[in-house]
C-alpha cells in the first residue's frame, strides 16, 4: 500500500472513498435557462414546487406523478435545461402536475 512521511512517520495515503452522487432537489434558474421556469423544489415530492419566470416571488405548489418528478429530477441535475418548461405545461394538462 502506498504511504507517506508526516512528521517522520509513514502514514497510508487516504483512499478513495465511494460516495454516492447526491441529487439537486431543488434549483433557480435565469430566463436565459429557462424563459418559463424561474425555480423547481422536488425534496418533499411527489409535492413539487415552481415559481414562474412571469413572477418569481410567487411560488405554486403542484402534486407531481412519479414519472414527473423522476423526468424533474433529471432536468435539476442536467449541465444544460431544455425542455423544463415544455414538460411543466403537458404535465399540468395531462394532470401529471396538479395545483395543490
Same mark, same amino acid.
Given at each position: 500500500m502506498p +504511504?507517506?512521511?508526516v512528521h517522520g512517520? &509513514?502514514?497510508? @495515503? %487516504? &483512499?478513495p472513498r465511494k460516495t454516492e452522487m447526491?441529487?439537486?432537489v431543488r434549483r433557480t434558474? @435565469? %430566463?436565459i435557462n429557462s424563459s =418559463?421556469? =424561474? +425555480?423547481?423544489d422536488i425534496e418533499? =415530492?411527489?409535492q413539487v414546487q415552481i415559481a414562474f419566470q412571469s413572477n418569481p416571488q410567487k411560488v405554486y405548489t403542484f402534486q407531481g406523478s412519479e414519472?414527473?418528478?423522476?423526468? @424533474? &429530477?433529471?432536468?435539476l441535475n =442536467?449541465?444544460?435545461?431544455q425542455g423544463l418548461g415544455s414538460l411543466v405545461a403537458a404535465a399540468r394538462r395531462s394532470g401529471d402536475l396538479q395545483e395543490v
Open positions: +504511504y507517506i512521511a512517520r &509513514q502514514t497510508d @495515503l %487516504p &483512499q447526491s441529487n439537486i434558474f @435565469l %430566463p =418559463a421556469i =424561474a +425555480y423547481v418533499n =415530492a411527489p414519472s414527473v418528478v423522476d423526468e @424533474l &429530477q433529471s432536468i =442536467a449541465e444544460e435545461v
